[in-house]
């Protein structure tokens, strides 16, 4: 099966700081979602993106599906923007998501 | 527009008892899922179902059985619990078609004891 792989496993920054979460996925795919898990266990959608660019404040997105990676930018980071970050793909027509292990952020401030 | 909704939130359960996890959405939605996540890990499918009366196997289903009698339910039944079973269950749901969204219910949490 297509395998997804996040990096980097473990993020820890200062409040105000920027960064880049990246997504590798190792085969076509029909779309692309990332989450955020809060510290509570729930898992918020951030983007659904299968191709191009999106932003949503200090989020934005952005896939390129013929090299097969997305990138999510988180700009002036806050604490409460510690938690785990997920990407997540879908091969075929029955939607099933496929996720990587996730991307750990901790804002410290 | 509640969305997706699990019941229970919590629970622990002793090792040999069985139990079911509810899953409801409210919006018309063809295609669910469910799906655990174990400490440190990405979420791993278990059971989905495309409609009512159709469901199939994912990745993890052994220890689990699903059925889908209506458009809206999708519970998970668990037979002779089992410490592996020890995990966060989310169930999900989205518009049938290539290029839709996913939604998640906001977890279970399952101790066996």
């Known amino acids: 099966g297509i395998q997804v792989e996040q990096s980097p496993p473990d993020l820890i920054l200062q409040e105000g700081a920027n960064s880049t979460l990246r997504c590798n996925f190792s085969?076509?795919?029909?779309?692309l979602q990332w989450f955020h898990q809060n510290p509570w266990g729930q898992l918020i959608n951030l983007f659904y993106?299968?191709?191009g660019t999106k932003q949503n404040g200090r989020l934005s997105a952005t896939t390129v599906a013929t090299e097969r990676y997305s990138l999510l930018y988180i700009s002036s980071s806050q604490t409460t923007d510690s938690g785990v970050y997920f990407c997540?793909?879908?091969?075929?027509?029955?939607?099933?998501?496929?996720f990587g292990d996730g991307t750990t952020l901790t804002v410290k401030p | 527009n509640a969305g997706v909704t699990q019941t229970p939130k919590f629970r622990i359960l002793k090792i040999g008892q069985s139990m079911t996890l509810q899953c409801t959405q409210d919006?018309?939605?063809?295609?669910m899922y469910w799906y655990r996540q174990d400490p440190g890990m990405g979420l791993k499918l278990i059971y989905y179902?495309?409609?009512?009366?159709?469901?199939d196997k994912g990745e993890v289903p052994n220890g689990y059985n699903v059925s889908r009698s209506t458009t809206e339910d999708f519970p998970l039944r668990l037979e002779l619990a089992a410490p592996s079973q020890t995990s966060v269950y989310f169930c999900?749901?989205?518009?049938?078609?290539?290029?839709?969204?996913?939604?998640f219910g906001q977890g279970t949490r399952l101790t066996v004891v």
């Open positions: 999900a749901s989205r518009r049938q078609g290539l290029n839709t969204e996913a939604f």
């Open positions: 085969d076509s795919v029909n779309n």
């Open positions: 993106i299968p191709s």
């Open positions: 997540a793909v879908v091969q075929d027509n029955a939607g099933k998501s496929t």
């Open positions: 919006m018309n939605h063809n295609y």
């Open positions: 179902s495309v409609g009512a009366g159709i469901t």
